[in-house]
């Protein structure tokens, strides 16, 4: 039985996360508590370890040393698809649908991976997950017909299928032009406002600005700043490292 996280426990927790390749550090010692509902931003330059974190929380990587707890449980050791059953869903920089499906089949794949019991018949909650995402329109269409932001909602909406309590998107918006980063930051912060905790990497810096509640800022595998959006924009180190100036 999965225990009970104290209620003001947080709903995420990276306790001293050391994650090397071969003799390279990755993650040096990282530790950071996120609560639920919460909206994260996750920065730094390239190689600074944002995706090995991010592996490390949904389980395609384990850390030498250091746990992760989620909602009270130690799911260090759980493999991804077990730890997508417990409420983690992660959404890929560069959507990976099946071409040949539409995309309310490629939905269903997503809600039968994720074994979610529902009294509703399936292609009913994969067509309420379509219209929370503007996607209803788009059900019966094949993916190779989508437009750019279309296949990031419709990323999105399949992290959406496991129920997840933890999102994490990475990069949703790269490559989007600014109406449409707009349009899936909207999204993204309505989901948000139902109390899904988002972590959300970006490199597109008006988006993390709008999107955080707190933001961390990663530099080769150790943590320079964590704060309010502002207060690390304006960290001298964060400057240095990150945004060039
Ligand atoms: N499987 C691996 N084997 C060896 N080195 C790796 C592996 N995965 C990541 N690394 C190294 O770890 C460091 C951190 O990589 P990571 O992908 O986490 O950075 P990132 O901050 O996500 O970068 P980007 O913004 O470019 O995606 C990099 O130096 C990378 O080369």
Redesign the pocket.
Known sequence: MTPAAAPDAPLLQVGAITKT??G?T?LDNISVDIRKGERFGLI??????????I?CISGALRPQTGNVIFCGEDITQLPPHLRARRGIARSFQIPRPFKSMTVLENLMVGLDFAKVDSSLPEEDVAMSILTRMGLASKASAPTGTLSQVELRKMELARAMAVRPKLLISDEAMAGLSSSEVDEVLDLLISLGEEDITIIM?E?IMQAVMRFSERVMC?DA?KIIAIGAPAEVMGNKRVQEAYLGT
């Open positions: 390749f071969g390279f990755a730094g330059p390239n190689g600074s370890g944002k995706t090995t974190l592996n990497i490199h990663l595998g």
